[in-house]
């Protein structure tokens, strides 16, 4: 009797054993998932933190250079007076490409000095600006005017860039002060940037799309920011294989490797004998209906 007492005293005693030890081994087990959990938001805090502090210098870092072109960079114009041929849609998506571009100049190395000419407080364009900008509007590194670029510029110096020219852009100079058309090219019929920049006396320059690529059916307008990042390259490298890789790749086939004379004289006898070879096929084709007609009879 004593001696199963006993066993059932020292059975409980041992489940109480194990169960404290169990307790034991959760409450540890616990403990070390809340020390992970805890380290690991410390490790992201850390890197938020870290991430932050860079995007802030990074930041300052851009700011200085696009201060330091307000000073002594190579200005660049957009013309901002075609509001009045466009759709509020056209004028929103215009504004878009110009917020890429200047987010795109902010990044460079050596980034432009951006001028908006022919600016007004009152236009569409300022709207869409502060509707992006907010704030910020206020605060941002470049100069905007309601001043014509002839009446801020010296017109020797001024370069209209326009797909419409038929002068064909042969280097990037640094001398010069570019301009593009702050405009949705497929709203705008074609001609009319060369018709301002004629007007007012301008040099003009289409870049040399053909020379360098080989082009599919279609035009060679390309949005404000595909503009900016090839002004930058070429401004940076000189490199016009380099600056054209903006281009987006549905317009053409790939870049020029032979020199246009030979590639034309190449595609028309390939031409010539496409032509040669159908009209071959076409005289067989007759003379075999014909033969046939006069059986029949």
Not at 142 to 150: F, R, V
Not at 189 to 207: D, F, H, P, Q
Not at 232 to 251: C, I, M, Q, S
Request: hydrophobic residues 35%; glycine residues 4%; aromatic residues 10%.
């Amino acid at each position: 009797m004593k001696s199963g007492l006993q066993e059932e005293v020292s059975e409980t005693v041992s489940e109480h054993k194990e169960l404290s030890t169990l307790a034991a081994m959760d409450e540890k087990r616990e403990r070390r998932l809340e020390t992970q959990e805890q380290a690991s938001k410390t490790d992201e805090t850390r890197r938020n933190s870290f991430i932050c502090l860079w995007a802030s210098c990074m930041d300052r870092a851009y700011s200085w250079r696009v201060a330091q072109s307000m000073i002594f960079g190579q200005p660049l114009v957009f013309d901002m007076s075609y509001e009045k041929d466009m759709s509020v849609r056209e004028v929103t998506n215009t504004v878009r490409q110009i917020v890429l571009s200047e987010s795109c100049n902010r990044r460079s190395v050596d980034p432009f000095h951006i001028h908006f000419c022919n600016f007004k407080d009152d236009s569409l364009y300022h709207k869409e600006f502060v509707k992006h900008y907010r704030d910020a509007w206020g605060k941002l590194l470049i100069t905007a005017t309601d001043q014509c670029y002839t009446e801020v510029f010296p017109k020797d110096k001024l370069i209209y860039l326009t797909a419409d020219s038929p002068k064909v852009m042969k280097t990037f100079d640094h001398d010069k002060i570019y301009i593009i058309g702050s405009m949705v090219d497929k709203s705008i019929k074609t001609g009319v940037s060369l018709a301002r920049a004629k007007r007012l006396g301008l040099e003009t320059a289409a870049l040399p799309l053909e020379k360098y690529l080989l082009w599919n059916a279609g035009a060679k307008n390309l949005t404000l920011d595909q503009m900016m990042r090839i002004l930058l390259t070429l401004k940076d490298t000189g490199d016009w294989k380099k600056a054209l890789e903006f281009v987006p790749k549905r317009k053409y086939c790939g870049f020029v490797s032979r020199p246009v004379h030979e590639l034309k004289k190449t595609l028309n006898l390939i031409n010539t004998l496409k032509l040669g070879k159908r009209q071959e096929e076409l005289r067989k084709q007759f003379a075999k209906n014909y033969s046939k007609k006069l059986m029949e009879k």
